[in-house]
């Protein structure tokens, strides 16, 4: 009986990797929609979100279904209680990678995103999907180091997220205002994707070590540098 309910705890585990791994790829698939005015790809994105939402309902039901049975306690109710938590996380995740593949929908056979935006928007989607793969990375190591590393390399999205608006504040903006919003919209998905992977990695920190990640001293501070 305990085997089984270990090998639901490990599976609701699997089912968290593998949203990591589907909204990471959706991430990238909208931006490369949204930079290259590609409808069919956009709509294979907005589509995909349907098996991200049914493997949040899944997990969900059974965590709820083995807190319920077993009345997990200590390290195990953490396991099941954080794992809903970083779902949540997670299909919010797929949402943002959907509004991107929408906009790009949206704006067809026009991109929304003017050329000279198109490196910054293009570096944006790459940090985004390389953030959530050392997320999904994180789930399966619970390596706390790494999920704290993650807040670190967040920086250069909120550094790229400036460099957006500085763009559109400058004087020389020629793109409109309909091309402005688009730009500040997706400025803040690519941003707010960002965030949800850094609350994934750092609700990992909690269930290893039941501590708050904002808590815990860097590994850079660790070492003294």
Avoid: C
Wanted: charged share 30%.
């Amino acid at each position: 009986m305990r085997d089984a309910y270990h090998e639901e705890l490990d599976s609701i585990g699997e089912g968290l990797v593998e949203m990591a791994r589907l909204v990471g790829s959706a991430i990238g698939r909208a931006t490369t929609a949204i930079l290259d005015a590609d409808l069919k790809l956009a709509e294979n994105v907005i589509a995909g979100d349907e098996k991200v939402d049914d493997l949040q309902h899944d997990l969900e039901a059974r965590a709820i279904a083995l807190l319920a049975r077993q009345q997990p306690v200590a390290t195990d109710l953490r396991i099941v209680v954080t794992s809903l938590r970083m779902s949540a996380d997670l299909e919010r995740s797929g949402d943002l990678a959907q509004h991107v593949a929408k906009l790009a929908r949206l704006r067809f056979p026009e991109t929304a995103v003017p050329r000279d935006l198109h490196a910054t928007i293009l570096e944006m989607g790459q940090l985004a999907q390389r953030l959530m793969a050392k997320a999904g990375e994180v789930v399966i190591t619970k390596d706390v180091d790494l999920a704290l590393q993650l807040e670190q390399d967040d920086d250069a999205m909120d550094m790229l997220h400036r460099t957006l608006f500085q763009h559109l504040m400058d004087d020389r903006w020629q793109h409109g205002i309909e091309t402005a919003v688009d730009v500040t919209l997706l400025g803040r998905y690519y941003e707010r994707f960002a965030d949800h992977a850094v609350s994934v990695a750092k609700r990992v920190v909690y269930l290893v070590t039941g501590e708050h990640a904002d808590e815990i001293a860097p590994p850079a501070a660790v070492d003294g540098s």
